[in-house]
């Protein structure tokens, strides 16, 4: 064994005992030109420890693409003259938790741009008639930042659980990826109000995305250290060719999974999804994914007619099925890649300390 296997070696199983490295320990971890190969079997070994062989599904409803926001990596974003607009109404929204239900799913997750037709009220009352109909689910939003009292009033509707990745914790980075009216400190204080009102919370980062560092990264590890979310949501920035990014090389399926596997050992109860961009980057993204700590997946229950339009990056996949075929899909990969699809709604597994 070399000296380079060898001192990787050591690195993960201190990360695997303590949950915790220096930065620059972690440094050289993410920098390894070694391979994962112990890395992914000790973030595994800890996660069918904490979760077993489960994998938990959120049926994700695309449900607008309109946005008043402006990210620079994001094909949505409101300068995007190419994007053909979509809202689904109530009743098509009430339709895919419908048929998720039906699917055995029993987490919705309401995801859009940041579209101001969707005023509280309107979320206020989607909320209240899932809650109603479907009261052993969850309800998850993910429709960007917004005051504490909306929070609030959405929570007091029945929404349990918010996403919201904070992109990324580095104040200057979060400037050039970000127009000018939006700021990190504004995103930080939406997660600690989401925090505080009592929803289960969901934070990440894109993993390769432009003028990124590994410093940054250790920065985006220190934050969720910070936050501790129930839910940590990664994956590769992928170019999108109408985005002021578009020109930019996306992020790498190594990396990506090198960063699941450090999140699991540091964060070992977290609820980790294999994503739909990480599985557009390898065909195998999401299998591959599970091996290396995610036990999440977010089957889309989004009317076909409206997917193709909800492509924040290029060559988005699962656009052309429905969710009886999207179902059919995951639960074969999950399956092959030796873990097990689960029926529940898949609440996060505290540790005791
Ligand atoms: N408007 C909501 C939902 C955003 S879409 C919000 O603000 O939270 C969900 C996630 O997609 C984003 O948080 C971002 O991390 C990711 N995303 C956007 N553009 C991307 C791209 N080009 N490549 C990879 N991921 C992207």
């Given at each position: 064994m070399n000296r380079?296997?060898?001192?990787?070696?050591?690195?993960?199983?201190?990360?695997?005992?303590?949950?915790?490295?220096?930065?620059?320990?972690?440094?050289?971890?993410?920098?390894?030109?070694?391979?994962?190969?112990?890395?992914?079997?000790?973030?595994?070994?800890?996660?069918?420890?904490?979760?077993?062989?489960?994998?938990?599904?959120r049926g994700l409803v695309e449900f607008t693409?309109?946005?008043?926001?402006?990210?620079?990596?994001?094909?949505?974003?409101?300068?995007?003259?190419?994007?053909?607009?979509?809202?689904?109404?109530?009743?098509?929204?009430?339709?895919?938790?419908?048929?998720?239900?039906?699917?055995?799913?029993?987490?919705f997750v309401l995801q859009g741009g940041e579209d101001p037709y969707y005023t509280d009220e309107r979320i206020c009352a989607l909320v209240s008639w899932i809650r109603k109909q479907y009261p052993d689910c969850a309800i998850t939003l993910s429709i960007g930042e917004k005051t504490r009292e909306s929070y609030q009033?959405?929570?007091?509707?029945?929404?349990?659980?918010?996403?919201?990745?904070?992109?990324?914790?580095?104040?200057?980075?979060?400037?050039?990826?970000?127009?000018?009216?939006?700021?990190?400190?504004?995103?930080?204080?939406?997660?600690?109000?989401?925090?505080?009102?009592?929803?289960?919370?969901?934070?990440?980062?894109?993993v390769g995305a432009p003028y990124q560092t590994t410093e940054h990264l250790i920065t985006d590890l220190r934050f969720l250290q910070e936050l501790d979310p129930d839910?940590?949501?990664?994956g590769p920035f992928i170019h999108q060719k109408d985005t002021p990014f578009g020109h930019f090389e996306s992020g790498t399926l190594e990396m990506t999974l090198r960063f699941l596997a450090i999140l699991r050992l540091m964060f070992p109860d977290a609820l980790?999804?294999?994503?739909?961009?990480?599985?557009?980057?390898?065909?195998?993204?999401?299998?591959?994914?599970?091996?290396?700590?995610?036990?999440?997946?977010?089957?889309?229950?989004?009317?076909?007619?409206?997917?193709?339009?909800?492509?924040?990056?290029?060559?988005?996949?699962?656009?052309?099925e429905d969710a009886f075929l999207c179902k059919g899909c995951l639960e074969g990969r999950v399956y092959g890649a030796g873990y097990r699809m689960v029926s529940d709604r898949g609440d996060r597994i505290h540790m005791t300390p």
């Open positions: 380079h296997s060898a001192e990787k070696k050591e690195l993960v199983s201190k990360l695997n005992e303590r949950h915790d490295l220096s930065d620059s320990e972690l440094k050289t971890l993410i920098e390894s030109a070694e391979p994962d190969t112990e890395l992914f079997q000790a973030a595994d070994a800890l996660r069918k420890k904490v979760y077993g062989e489960d994998v938990y599904t693409n309109y946005c008043k926001n402006n990210c620079l990596y994001c094909g949505i974003r409101r300068g995007n003259p190419q994007v053909e607009r979509y809202r689904l109404t109530e009743e098509q929204i009430h339709q895919c938790c419908e048929a998720g239900y039906r699917l055995g799913y029993r987490t009033k959405y929570f007091d509707a029945g929404a349990d659980r918010y996403l919201l990745r904070h992109e990324t914790a580095d104040e200057e980075l979060y400037r050039m990826w970000h127009p000018e009216e939006m700021s990190l400190s504004n995103r930080k204080r939406c997660l600690f109000d989401l925090k505080d009102i009592g929803y289960q919370v969901g934070a990440g980062f894109m839910m940590i949501g990664i980790i999804p294999a994503t739909t961009a990480l599985g557009t980057i390898d065909p195998q993204g999401r299998e591959k994914g599970f091996r290396a700590g995610a036990n999440v997946v977010m089957p889309n229950l989004t009317p076909v007619s409206a997917r193709e339009n909800y492509l924040l990056y290029d060559e988005k996949i699962c656009t052309g």
